[in-house]
């Protein structure tokens, strides 16, 4: 016999928080972790016994199992997905299908590094690989880092398109000029496009600023479903539509240095949420370079290929600009302890929500945002999640 089929639950971001970030030498990747989480869960209001579910990565030899044991969590759901800064936003549409399908009901997200401080005390060093086992040991002998790919691709994008590196360092200013509006961002004093040109070359056409701070810090979100925003302490944000997408790992099988994986992630988590990309109130992009700001502003269809970087130089993505971007100051400016996808929906919700002090978004009408995106990448454009947002 045909079983009913069951509706699906709707599914909120009910907590989020950080941990202390920027310089923070006396804690462990654990402590940021928990600290992270334990904010994330008195911002919901929900105690830990309802958290069912648990997903990290990037810690432990059997990640998440041993942070779920460090916070004293025994999830009856688990996800591990490691697919680089994309991690987070893959994992958040996991996750709410797996609460909208009834299988879990609340499910924490959380992450925690301490990339600064270890080198800083001599724990690691600079890595300028991922590795050279499996296809990549096709590229590693020659020398083609992870920031090489970036740049290789940026340059691809100014000749194809005539982006210059003048519009690319737009990027990086208005990111600092958000995060001056942001006291927990660890750069906050204003930069020109002068200072960015002018800095150390690191990959051409990638001087230091063109480049992603490295910090230290942790952040944690929380997924619910609808029965449970009754006892929450604040206001849901909704889960409106979700999208992922991979596309390559080596460069000779990347059919358009142009395009990211966003393309496709993008266009999915729009559809699935029944909204336009021009209805967009504020948007967090993974900016590890500021390439990436530009072509996922591209690829997300908030202006056409090639114009990125005409969008970008008007101001676009200010706090007071026609698409608001990183309000926070991103990785460019704010934080970026390695994973920072999961920072990316934290700024989403607080924006949302009303509760990014200066930095807060406002529509022309005076209203909060309604709509925000969260689009995280991973690798050197190897893969995306992309998740639309929702207030009321």
């Not at 300028?128 to 920031?147: D, K, T």
């Not at 496709?264 to 900016?287: I, N, T, W």
């Amino acid at each position: 016999m045909t079983q009913p089929q069951r509706k699906a639950r709707k599914v909120a971001v009910v907590g989020v928080s950080l941990s202390d970030c920027g310089r923070v030498d006396e804690a462990t990747p654990y402590a940021l972790h928990a600290q992270a989480a334990r904010r994330a869960l008195a911002d919901s209001g929900l105690t830990r016994e309802v958290v069912d579910g648990f997903a990290s990565a990037g810690l432990g030899t059997l990640a998440p199992i041993e942070v779920a044991e460090y916070l004293g969590l025994q999830p009856t759901w688990v996800d591990s997905t490691s697919v680089g800064g994309s991690t987070w936003e893959v994992m958040a549409a996991h996750a709410a299908d797996a609460i909208a399908a009834g299988h879990a009901n609340a499910v924490l997200l959380v992450y925690g590094s301490t990339a600064r401080a270890d080198i800083k005390a001599g724990r690691r060093t600079g890595n300028l690989s991922f590795g050279a086992r499996g296809p990549l040991q096709f590229e590693v002998p020659y020398g083609h880092s992870l920031i090489a790919k970036y740049a290789m691709a940026a340059r691809r994008h100014m000749i194809e398109y005539g982006t210059t590196i003048e519009q690319l360092a737009s990027v990086a200013v208005q990111a600092r000029a958000n995060a001056a509006l942001n006291p927990d961002a660890m750069f906050r004093d204003p930069i020109t496009v002068e200072d960015v040109l002018s800095g150390p070359m690191i990959a051409d056409p990638f001087t230091k600023l063109h480049c992603c701070i490295r910090s230290d810090g942790g952040a944690a979100v929380l997924l619910a479903a609808e029965e449970y925003v009754r006892d929450c302490r604040t206001p849901p944000v909704w889960i409106l539509g979700t999208g992922e997408h991979v596309s390559h790992t080596t460069m000779s099988e990347w059919p358009d240095f142009t395009v990211s994986p966003a393309a496709v992630s993008g266009k999915l988590a729009f559809a699935r949420a029944g909204v336009r990309p021009e209805e967009v109130d504020v948007a967090q992009l993974y900016d590890a370079f500021t390439y990436m700001t530009l072509v996922t502003l591209e690829d997300l269809g908030f202006c056409k290929k090639g114009e990125g970087g005409a969008f970008a130089e008007k101001g676009r993505l200010l706090v007071g600009g026609d698409l608001p971007v990183n309000t926070d100051g991103g990785g460019l400016s704010a934080q970026h302890p390695g994973m920072r996808g999961l920072f990316l929906l934290v700024e989403a919700v607080r924006q949302l929500r009303g509760e990014a002090g200066a930095r807060q978004v406002r529509r022309r009408d005076g209203e909060l945002p309604r709509l925000a995106v969260a689009s995280g990448t991973g690798g050197w454009f190897c893969s995306s999640g992309t998740v639309v947002l929702g207030r009321g």
